[in-house]
C-alpha cells in the first residue's frame, strides 16, 4: 500500500511519543514493502498559540487528504483553572472529529499479564479481561444545543435514529468478531435518548441471531466493571457515557500507558493514545510511547494489514518481556530508559537484519 500520513503531534508529550510511532510505522512499511508519506500539521494548544486556533483549516486540510491521522494528545494546564478563557485546547479535538466524522470511538480494553499487578483491582479478577469500548462520538450532549446564563445553564442530549443505528451497526460487527456478546449500556429508565437507543437496538437483534445482546444502565455497567469486567465484550454507549465509562476501562488494566485507540466515521480515521498530554513529563523522555504504537497496529489493522498489526504487537510483547520499559512500569532493579530508547529497540526488532 501507498500510505500518506497525517501527523498530528499536538501538546505535552505529544511529540515525543509521536516521533516514535512514526518511526514504528516507518519500519513496518519498510518490512512489509510499502511506500508512506507524512504530512506534519498543529493541532490543540500548540497551534493556538500559533495561529489563534486549536484546529485550524489547514490541518483540516492535511487530515483530509491522509489515508489515516496519527493523532498524539492534545491539553495544557494554562487553559484548565481558567473558565473565562474563549478558546481551548480541546475544542480543537471536538472539532476535528466533527469534521472527519468520526462517529465510531473504539477504544480496546486489553490486560497484559505482567502489569496486571499494577491494576487497583485484585489479580484474579482483571487477569484476562479483554474487551472493547464503543463509544458514539459526534453526537449527544457534546454537540447538542448548548446554554448559559448566570443563573442557568444546559446541555442538550440528542440523538437521531440515524446516529444510533450506525454506531450500533459497529457494535453489532464487532461483537460478530469476538465473543458475539453485545453490551448496550444506557440509562433507559431515566433519558428518553436512551430509550430510543434501546428500542433501535431491539429492532437490529433479528439481524443478528449471532449476537447475544444485553442491556445495562450506565451506573450498574461502572459498578460491573470492577467487579467483574471479564464479563464484557463488546461495550456500545452514547458519547457522555463512553467518555466516563472508558476512563475507568482504562485504569482497571493497570497499563493505562498501552492503551490505543481508534476513531472513525465518514472521513479520514484517526489513531491515538488514550491517555493525554502529561504536561508534567513533557520533554523529560520519560512518556510511555507504547499507546502510540499500539495505535500504528490499529491503523494496519483498519486497512485489513493483520499481519503489520501482529508483529508490532509482538514487538511490543517482547519489550515488556525484556523489561525494557518506561519508568512508570520498570521492574525494581530494571535498568532505566527513555521513551526514545524504548522506540528504537521495538524498531529495532522490527527492522530485518540482512546480516543474520
Ligand atoms: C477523551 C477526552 C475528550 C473527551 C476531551 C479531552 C474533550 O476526555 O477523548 O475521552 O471528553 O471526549
Ligand atoms: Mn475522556
Redesign the pocket.
Known amino acids: 500500500m501507498d500510505f500518506k500520513i497525517a501527523v498530528l503531534a499536538g501538546d505535552g508529550i505529544g511529540p515525543e511519543i509521536s516521533e516514535q510511532g512514526v518511526a514504528v510505522m516507518t519500519a513496518v512499511c519498510e518490512k512489509f514493502g510499502h511506500t508512506v508519506s507524512y504530512e506534519y500539521a498543529i493541532c490543540g494548544a500548540d497551534a493556538i498559540d500559533k495561529v489563534g486556533d486549536p484546529f485550524p483549516e489547514e490541518t483540516f486540510q492535511t487530515c483530509l487528504r491522509a489515508d489515516a491521522v496519527l493523532f498524539s494528545a492534545v491539553?495544557d494546564p494554562k487553559y484548565d483553572n481558567d473558565p473565562t478563557s474563549k478558546v481551548r485546547p480541546?475544542q480543537g479535538?471536538?472539532a476535528m472529529r466533527k469534521g472527519l466524522g468520526l462517529y465510531a470511538n473504539i477504544r480496546p480494553i486489553e490486560t497484559f499479564d505482567c502489569l496486571v499487578h499494577k491494576s487497583p483491582l485484585k489479580d484474579e479478577l482483571v487477569r484476562g479481561a479483554d474487551f472493547i469500548c464503543i463509544r458514539e462520538l459526534t453526537g449527544g450532549m457534546?454537540f447538542g444545543e448548548k446554554y448559559q446564563d448566570n443563573d442557568r445553564a444546559y446541555d442538550t442530549n440528542v440523538y437521531t435514529r440515524g446516529e444510533i443505528e450506525r454506531i450500533l451497526r459497529v457494535g453489532f460487527e464487532y461483537a460478530r468478531r469476538r465473543q458475539h456478546h453485545l453490551t448496550v449500556v444506557d440509562k433507559a429508565n431515566i433519558l428518553a435518548s436512551s430509550r430510543l437507543w434501546r428500542q433501535i437496538a431491539q429492532e437490529m437483534e433479528p439481524q443478528y441471531p449471532d449476537v447475544r445482546v444485553d442491556y445495562m444502565y450506565v451506573d450498574n455497567a461502572s459498578m460491573r466493571m470492577l467487579q467483574e469486567p471479564r464479563f464484557f465484550d463488546v461495550i456500545v454507549t452514547e458519547n457522555t457515557f463512553g467518555?466516563i465509562l472508558?476512563?475507568e476501562a482504562s485504569c482497571i488494566t493497570g497499563s493505562m500507558g498501552l492503551l490505543p485507540s481508534a476513531s472513525t466515521g465518514d472521513h479520514t480515521p484517526v489513531f491515538e493514545p488514550v491517555h493525554?498530554s502529561w504536561p508534567q513529563a513533557a520533554g523529560k523522555n520519560i512518556a510511555n510511547p507504547l499507546a502510540q504504537i499500539l495505535s500504528v497496529a490499529m491503523l494496519f489493522e483498519y486497512f485489513g494489514l493483520m499481519e503489520e498489526g501482529r508483529v508490532i504487537r509482538e514487538a511490543v510483547r517482547a519489550s515488556l518481556d525484556a523489561h525494557v520499559r518506561t519508568p512508570e512500569i520498570q521492574v525494581e532493579g530494571g535498568a532505566t530508559y527513555g521513551t526514545r530508547e524504548v522506540g528504537e529497540w521495538i524498531v529495532k526488532r522490527l527492522t530485518p537484519n540482512p546480516s543474520l
Request: no cysteine.
Open positions: 491539553g480541546e479535538l471536538l457534546y467518555d472508558t476512563d493525554g
